[in-house]
């Protein structure tokens, strides 16, 4: 077994010497830090367009102010560009770098805005009936390019009585007639399709330059300009059996002047993030042909403009790829990939070759759980991403020529001022098959290795997703509240190859269990790890293999937290927004077809073994799995005389929620395992 601090990392881990004494990370200090998100480089590469994110305390919301910063200054000399209440987002540059573009709300309706930085004024430029998205200006800067829904005409019911002026009516009824009807996200969507429209920079009408009863964009996407400004390229799917397709998206050329959309690809599975190199006759693309496998991972690809076979950049990179932003020279694209828990950022040649690191580490922007993420920008040499440190929340780095030449960290007085435990590394080997697995060990405040600690082990969840060593409000509450928190990425997880995220094959769970237990056993060896005393928990993916921990060893764990789990298989595949995928690539069949794999594989099928008190906790929104699975087995461990507790947040998503429901779904645990923790 393999120790290590991260070494990049332990500066960031070391606190200097201070006048004040340092004070443990509590819950509040959620609504004092800030991290940096969403970096946008000028054209020219000598500034950078950035968003502070942070938690607004009186409003219990998050919040984004637009920042800009001059590159070519060690500090940037920042300056605040658009407040948070402006509650402005999507900004993109102009071609020639003096104007921005963003949607910001506007007579209490989301719609496009420009700005001349030498004014500093914002202007909304359209008067859409439903929010836009995916803003990008023309080549010659004349123009905006967004899209937006068309709703649909409501049901009428026939012989319903006129509704009198003034009269306080039930809600109208939700009439459902397509297969997906809500999402996670957006909750119950109104009928209607996602159209493409050009409006004048200057203020104007806007015209739609698609029709038809298809999204001519995947989901809130946007389209991408070719240099003649002639024609959009845009992703979409208008297959007629588009509803049932998860992983089918094609590449479509839109003619400004209206018209009939070219189809550029046409091959089964997913071509997405379509962008065209500088001299206007390649385009890279991120997909993937299809496959049944549980998971497949993202290349990059790149074909001619005009249409033709594509190449694919990275089939022996076996890292996922994403965000492509090709080089000013035309010969290389970049691109963020996940490495064993990190998001880099690489420089992948065009005409073959090695892909080069450009970027070791991006900062991971969830905040919520150490899940890597991020975002970069890259233009005329230049490259702005997320920094990432351990200890506190993301930054925000600039790159040129490998080199770092300027940095921001909004939140070096805030770390001052708090005493952070050490972020350790941890490979093992599994039970399964002797498999390497990695992970890290957070450990408290004050960590003495002559005292015995309770042990967390936290289970992430995707399950397609990764833990790195960013920082997290969870682990950080755990370990200020006296627990070393051990988060692992069994297989299942990105970043270590195709072959070790589909190792699952069928069914789900499997051997990611025995992953995440032998990484139970390596901390228990250690002499200040309390055996007696060790707890379990995780959310979604991480919630299903939670409930599948306790119930394959029921004596194991002191007390367990399930956050909005995956209960009953057959529930998730009919009812959640993501049924397709369930149904077709993780189970491999349809439950009428494979009941009793459905069954098997259910947590639900395994809860008359488990005998560990269990908190579940789900929000009311939330349709990614939704919270009647949360309720059976709730009823089910109280029909058994399992001490149990249901925790309900209202109006949450699978996201969590605010900021203050955020802390509930941390803090109720804590006390949860206090209450059990032997003394």
């Known amino acids: 077994m393999k120790l290590a601090i991260l070494p990049a990392l332990a500066l960031a ?55 800009i910063g001059d590159i070519g200054a060690k500090d940037l000399n920042r300056r605040l560009l658009i407040g948070a209440g402006t509650r402005a987002s999507g900004v993109t540059w102009s071609p020639d770098g003096r104007r921005i573009a963003y949607v910001a709300p506007f007579a209490g309706k989301p719609q496009v805005h420009v700005m001349t930085l030498s004014e500093g004024i914002g202007r909304p430029i359209t008067s859409s009936k439903t929010p836009p998205g995916g803003i990008e200006w023309s080549p010659d800067g004349q123009s905006i390019a967004f899209t937006a829904q068309v ?34 996200e957006s909750g119950y969507l109104t009928p209607g399709y996602r159209h493409v429209f050009i409006v004048p920079a200057a203020g104007g009408p806007a015209r739609q ?51 009939e959309p070219r189809q550029l690809t046409d091959r089964l599975g997913n071509e997405s993030e379509p962008t065209v190199s500088p001299d206007g006759k390649w385009i890279a693309f991120t997909g993937y042909p299809e496959t049944p496998g549980f998971y497949v991972q993202d290349d990059l690809w790149v074909m001619p403009a005009g249409g033709g076979a594509a190449r694919n950049l990275t089939a022996a990179f076996d890292r996922p790829v994403a965000n492509p932003a090709w080089s000013a020279d035309g010969r290389s694209v970049y691109a963020l990939y996940n490495e064993e828990g990190v998001t880099r950022v690489a ?13 070791r580490e991006v900062g991971g922007t969830r905040l919520y759980l150490p899940s890597s993420g991020g975002s970069f920008s890259a233009e005329s040499g230049v490259i702005a991403y997320t920094s990432l440190f351990a200890d506190r929340p993301a930054g925000l780095a600039i790159n040129r020529g490998g080199k770092t030449i300027a940095s921001l960290d909004f939140n070096a007085d805030w ?150 789990p995956v209960t009953d298989w057959t529930v998730q595949a009919l009812a959640s927004d993501i ?57 089910a461990l109280k029909m058994r005389g399992v001490d149990a507790i249901k925790v309900r947040l209202p109006e949450a998503n699978h996201g969590m929620g605010r900021p203050s429901q955020w802390l509930t779904s941390i803090l109720m645990p804590i006390d949860w395992f206090d209450k059990y923790r032997a003394k």
Not at 165 to 172: F, L
Not at 347 to 359: C, D, E, F, K, L
């Open 13 to 67: 881990l070391a606190a200097p010497a201070l006048a004040q004494t340092p004070t443990r990370f509590e819950a509040a200090d959620l609504y004092k830090f800030s991290m940096v998100t969403d970096p946008v480089v000028s054209p020219d590469g000598k500034q950078v367009i950035f968003t502070r994110t942070y938690f607004d305390l009186g409003s219990d919301s998050r919040m984004g102010e637009i920042w």
């Open 151 to 184: 709703n649909s005409d409501p049901v009428k019911v026939s012989g319903m009585p006129a509704k009198p002026e003034g009269a306080t009516w039930a809600p109208d009824a939700r009439v459902v007639t397509t297969y997906r009807y809500r999402l996670n």
């Open 209 to 259: 330059i698609t029709k038809g009863d298809f999204d001519h964009v995947d989901g809130g996407g946007g389209v991408t300009w070719m240099p003649d400004g002639q024609s959009l390229i845009a992703v979409g799917n208008r297959r007629p059996e588009r509803d049932l397709q998860a992983r089918e998206a094609d590449l479509w050329l839109l003619p400004v002047a209206g018209g």
């Open 347 to 359: 420089s992948i040649p065009v005409n073959g070759g090695t892909p080069r690191t450009v970027v």
């Open 415 to 564: 770390r001052r001022g708090k005493q952070i435990g050490r972020l350790e590394e941890i490979r093992y080997k599994s039970s399964a098959d002797g498999r390497d697995i990695q992970g890290w060990v957070q450990y408290p405040p004050d960590f003495d290795p002559a005292k015995k600690y309770p042990l967390i082990l936290d289970i992430h969840g995707g399950p397609n997703t990764d833990y790195g060593p960013m920082f997290s409000v969870t682990h950080q509450l755990y370990a200020a509240a006296g627990y070393i928190v051990l988060f692992t990425n069994p297989r299942g997880s990105i970043g270590y190859g195709a072959e070790f995220a589909n190792f699952y094959g069928k069914p789900y769970p499997s051997q990611d269990h025995d992953d995440l237990m032998s990484g139970v056993d390596a901390m228990v060896a250690r002499p200040y790890v309390d055996a007696n005393n060790l707890f379990i928990g995780g959310g979604s993916g991480g919630g299903v293999l939670t409930l599948w921990g306790i119930a394959k060893a029921p004596d194991r764990f002191r007390a367990a937290v399930a956050l909005r």
């Open 579 to 635: 049924q397709s995928t369930t149904a077709k690539y993780w189970l491999g069949a349809m439950p009428w077809e494979n009941h009793e794999l459905y069954w098997q594989q259910s947590p639900l099928s395994l809860v008359g073994s488990v005998k560990t008190p269990t908190m579940l906790i789900t929000g009311e929104a939330d349709y990614r799995t939704p919270i009647a699975q949360t309720e059976m087995y709730y009823q």
